[in-house]
């Protein structure tokens, strides 16, 4: 019940999920995790086509770059061309709402803050899927969840966070707002719903 096609916004390649007798004028912009090193549009068409389908809005998956050929910020700054051609197109900032899962979390939080610092005007809400917010891996569930988690390991989390900040390290990611929007000001987004497991090695980067 949903049709899945290319779109391009900007120069950033997308998919759209249009779900039968749903408006096109509300939109679910969803970034895609992966440690922003892996996957795309493509591998969480699953999961973008049940959340357009449940919402009964059409679904943006942008393609943004990903590390190591392109390091932070070059996803975020995808994510703002996208978000910002919705609005040129004539979607209202109310009718966009943001999810994304893991690095897709994480992606979901700096565009906020990115939209917010540039006075752009913001969506009506946004939710975030087992976000990863701390590059600098600080929380304990990282490694009292390893032997649990059935996705992540903390080796696997910090080769990501390597790649995606060409090497600062891990106490300089910690502290960048940028990467790790745990460090943030995050006064004035919007309405935010944040989801986790229990056993999911960034259950702390969620709390």
Known sequence: GVKIKPVTYGDVFCEEHQPRNAPT?????YFHGGGYCVGSPISHRHIISRLAKEAGMRAVAPDYRKAPEHCCPAPIDDA?????ELLKEGV????????GDSAGGNLV???LLKLRDRNLPLPAAACCISPWTDL??????IASKEGVDLLLTPKLLDQFAVHYSAGTPAHERGVS??????AADLNQLPPLLIQVGSEEILLDDSV
């Open 25 to 29: 004028n509300r939109v679910l912009l």
């Open 136 to 141: 600098s891996m600080s929380g304990d569930t």
């Open 109 to 111: 939080l700096a565009t």
């Open 177 to 182: 707002a940028l990467m790790s929007p745990l």
């Open 80 to 84: 703002v061309t996208v978000y910002s």
């Open 92 to 99: 209202k900032a109310g009718n966009i709402y943001l999810a």
